[in-house]
C-alpha cells in the first residue's frame, strides 16, 4: 500500500498563485533525488531532467560519485539542480563521512566514526545527540563545497530526514538558504505553517516519495496520480536509477529506482502530462519567489 503525506495546511492564496499561475492551475515540481549516490544514479537523473519530465534534481556532496556528478552540472548548467543535505547513510555498506573534520562535529557520527546509518535507531541517535551548531558547520561545508565548485544550486533539500528530522534543523536550514540565495524543500508541519505566514511558496498539496509507491504496478499508480493531481503546487521527490549489477549490489532500491527510471523517460509520462493541461515547473522558479518574497539576499 503506498503512502503519500497528506499533512498540509491550507493558505489563503496557493503557492502556485504566489508563482504567478492561475487558481486552477496544475503545477507540479518533479525533483530526482539522491544525484551523486552512484554513477548508475548519476547517468539516470541526467538523462531523466533532459529525455524525460523531471524538472530539476538533488546533489548529495558526501557521495563517491559526487564528483562526476558536479561535472555533469558544470557541463549543464541549464540543469535546475539543489543540495540534497547528508546527515544519515542508507546503510553499513556506505562509507559516507562527513565534509567538516570529524574532531568538529563528533555528535554528527555513530560509533565507527561515519555517519549514522538510515534505521530506526540511527535516525533516532543522530536527531538525538545532534547539537546545532554542528549541524550549521556541516550543512556550510556541504553548500560552500558546491558553490566553491563553480555551481550554482537553486534549493535545500534533506537525505532521508522529513523537514530536517527536527525544528530546529528546519529553522537553520531556512536561514541559510536566505543567506546563500536559495529556496528549501518544506512538506511538513509546522514548517509549511512558518513558511506561508513569511510569503514563502511551499507545496499546496501531499508531497510524495517514490519510496512509498509499491513497485509492482508503479506505472499505473503515476499515471493515476497525474490524472487526479489537484489545483496548485504540488512535488515529487523521485529516484531514478540505471539498473545494473554494480547498482543492485550498492543499493538495495534498485528496483525503485529502475522503475522510477523507466516512468520518467517513457513517451507515456510525457503524452500524461500534455493530456491533463499540467505544468511542471524547477526549483529555480521557487527561489526566485523566495528572494522576491524577502526570504534570501536579492543580489544573488
Known amino acids: 500500500m503506498d503512502r503519500l503525506s497528506t499533512d498540509v495546511t491550507a493558505p489563503s492564496l496557493k503557492s502556485s498563485e504566489l508563482l504567478g499561475h492561475p487558481p486552477d492551475a496544475r503545477v507540479l515540481i518533479v525533483n530526482c533525488d539522491d544525484f551523486g549516490m552512484h554513477e548508475g544514479i548519476n547517468t539516470a537523473v541526467i538523462d531523466s531532467v533532459e529525455r524525460g519530465i523531471a524538472s530539476s534534481c538533488s546533489l548529495m556532496v558526501v557521495c563517491p560519485a559526487a564528483p562526476q556528478a558536479m561535472q555533469l552540472l558544470r557541463d549543464r548548467p541549464e540543469v535546475a539542480f539543489g543540495i540534497h543535505l547528508t546527515l544519515v547513510r542508507d546503510s553499513p555498506r556506505d562509507r559516507w563521512e562527513p565534509l567538516s573534520a570529524k574532531n568538529t562535529v563528533p555528535s554528527l557520527l555513530d560509533d565507527t566514526g561515519q555517519l549514522h546509518t538510515f534505521t530506526p535507531v540511527g535516525r533516532a541517535e543522530l536527531l538525538a545527540r545532534a547539537r546545532l551548531p554542528e549541524v550549521e558547520m556541516e550543512f556550510r561545508s556541504q553548500i560552500n563545497a558546491v ?88 512535488e515529487w521527490a523521485v529516484h531514478p536509477g540505471a539498473s545494473s549489477e554494480q547498482s543492485r549490489m550498492i543499493n538495495d532500491g534498485w528496483r525503485v529506482r529502475s522503475t522510477d527510471y523507466e516512468f520518467l523517460i517513457s513517451q507515456q509520462a510525457k503524452e500524461l502530462l500534455d493530456q491533463e493541461g499540467i505544468v511542471v515547473i524547477d526549483y529555480d522558479t521557487i527561489r526566485l519567489a523566495w528572494v522576491r518574497a524577502g526570504a534570501a539576499p536579492t543580489d544573488q
Open 147 to 234: 558553490v566553491d565548485a563553480g555551481l550554482t544550486p537553486t534549493h535545500l533539500d534533506f537525505h532521508c530526514l522529513a523537514d530536517g528530522g527536527r525544528e530546529d534543523i528546519l529553522e537553520l536550514t531556512m536561514t541559510l538558504a536566505a543567506e546563500y540565495g536559495l529556496a528549501t524543500r518544506v512538506w511538513l508541519e509546522p514548517g509549511l505553517r512558518k513558511a506561508r505566514l513569511r510569503g514563502l511558496p511551499v507545496v499546496d498539496n501531499g508531497f510524495l516519495d517514490s519510496f512509498a509507491l509499491d513497485i509492482d504496478g508503479k506505472t499505473a499508480r503515476y499515471a493515476q496520480l497525474l490524472h487526479a493531481l489537484p489545483a496548485g503546487l504540488t
